[in-house]
């Protein structure tokens, strides 16, 4: 298995595509923090649904964060994370037969301890036939 078949990089490129990360540092698995206060970050997660020690996912439960500049404004922050919320909903992600259910609503904001806005979107990624 390479980093070209796992979900989080191939739900990453499906949103790169629509152009809906444009402008964000995109992360996979663990958030770190960036080197400048103005920089904006995109961190996509597997949170669940993983058999340990094994090449198979079964329904991994996912989230997306959006991380805004430090104590920057809300609002455009919030539409990003809404957009990806929707194309999670109305979109094939991974390949052909793979979409999103139970996508919540947009959770946030919170600031993290250096004050960056973060808004929040779960989903299970489900494989059809």
Known sequence: MTKFDLPEYQVKEKLALL????????????????????????????????VPNTDVYQSPTMFIAVFGEV??????????????????????????VCGAQSVTNVIGPYRTDSGRPVFEVDFTLIFGD
């Open 71 to 96: 104590n920057g404004s809300l609002t455009a922050h919030r539409i990003v994370a809404e957009n990806i919320r929707k194309a999670l909903i109305t979109e094939s992600l991974y390949n052909d």
């Open 19 to 50: 152009g809906l990360l444009t402008g964000y540092t995109v992360q996979l698995s663990e958030y770190s923090e960036p080197a400048t206060a103005s920089e904006k970050v995109v961190l996509i997660k597997i949170d669940g649904g993983v």
